[in-house]
């Protein structure tokens, strides 16, 4: 009987084992699956008109600076792998973006980062722009992060600061939706998926036991993307969901 029962134990304990690694696969690439039918959108219509830009922004700032907070305080190595993945995700959009937005110009002129100008920031028209602008950003991060690393509020935070700034993700594409009374252009599969994604990553921070930064930000994040499948409603001719 003891040895049907020490069986059973590790049995449970190889299924556990096995939940867990899926679990720790869905964090690290689960975050880069809602951008593929938005990636998909672009390609198809050549516009890059419903979908903002400012969430690559949002997302590589909160993902460079939860880098450094790992470092700080090692949490997950899941969620250190997420940010890689992510980054990566948001280089293959903007690429994708400044490559339809340069064939579809009109004028010759082009806005480029060293201009300087405040105007055009986060518009450039080339990918190149965006890679030095985030390079400058983590070797700035690289250096206040040395300087101050011994220092827990610094790295606590850090980590606010990044989950501050993951948190408003859909916030950008909000905020463009409310600007065009229109979500054309947008992926709603994209935001069902944000939700979905939200839910399962706040559910696992909390199961985890993450520090405290990371279901908040999850939480926040849910209430945007409900607002913005709201607009979907609200600006829909026939409020049927179309998943574009």
Same mark, same amino acid.
């Given at each position: 009987?003891?040895?049907?029962?020490?069986? %059973?134990?590790?049995?449970?304990?190889?299924?556990?084992?096995?939940?867990?690694?899926?679990?720790?696969?869905?964090?690290?690439?689960?975050?880069?699956?809602?951008?593929?039918? %938005?990636?998909?959108?672009?390609?198809?219509?050549?516009?890059?008109?419903?979908?903002?830009?400012?969430?690559?922004?949002?997302?590589?700032?909160?993902?460079?600076?939860?880098?450094?907070?790992?470092?700080?305080?090692?949490?997950?190595?899941?969620?250190?792998?997420?940010?890689?993945?992510?980054?990566?995700?948001?280089?293959?959009?903007?690429?994708?973006?400044?490559?339809?937005?340069?064939?579809?110009?009109?004028?010759?002129?082009?806005?480029?980062?060293?201009?300087?100008?405040?105007?055009?920031?986060?518009?450039?028209?080339?990918?190149?722009?965006?890679?030095?602008?985030?390079?400058?950003?983590?070797?700035?991060?690289?250096?206040?992060?040395?300087?101050?690393?011994?220092?827990?509020?610094?790295?606590?935070?850090?980590?606010?600061?990044?989950?501050?700034?993951?948190?408003?993700?859909?916030?950008? %594409?909000?905020?463009?939706?409310? %600007?065009?009374?229109?979500?054309?252009?947008?992926?709603?599969?994209?935001?069902?998926?944000?939700?979905?994604?939200?839910?399962?990553?706040?559910?696992?921070?909390?199961?985890?036991?993450?520090?405290?930064?990371?279901?908040?930000?999850?939480?926040?994040?849910?209430?945007?993307?409900?607002?913005?499948?709201?607009?979907?409603?609200?600006?829909?001719?026939?409020?049927?969901?179309?998943?574009?």
């Amino acid at each position: 009987m003891d040895a049907e029962v020490v069986l %059973q134990e590790e049995d449970l304990e190889g299924s556990w084992t096995l939940l867990s690694w899926l679990a720790s696969l869905v964090m690290v690439f689960g975050g880069a699956l809602p951008y593929v039918p %938005q990636f998909q959108e672009i390609q198809r219509s050549g516009n890059t008109e419903g979908f903002s830009t400012r969430v690559c922004l949002v997302l590589l700032v909160a993902n460079i600076l939860r880098i450094f907070f790992w470092i700080g305080k090692q949490f997950e190595l899941t969620l250190l792998l997420q940010s890689v993945v992510m980054i990566l995700t948001m280089f293959a959009m903007l690429h994708l973006c400044c490559a339809v937005q340069n064939t579809n110009r009109v004028s010759t002129k082009q806005h480029r980062l060293a201009d300087l100008n405040l105007q055009y920031f986060w518009k450039w028209s080339a990918f190149e722009d965006y890679l030095l602008f985030c390079f400058g950003l983590t070797v700035l991060c690289a250096v206040v992060t040395l300087l101050l690393l011994d220092s827990a509020v610094f790295v606590e935070t850090l980590g606010s600061l990044a989950v501050m700034f993951e948190a408003m993700l859909g916030l950008p %594409q909000l905020l463009q939706n409310f %600007q065009n009374h229109s979500t054309k252009g947008m992926s709603v599969k994209m935001v069902l998926l944000w939700t979905a994604g939200d839910v399962f990553k706040t559910t696992y921070f909390v199961i985890n036991e993450s520090p405290a930064q990371f279901w908040a930000c999850g939480s926040v994040q849910i209430l945007i993307d409900v607002a913005i499948l709201l607009q979907v409603l609200l600006y829909s001719q026939d409020t049927r969901v179309k998943l574009g």
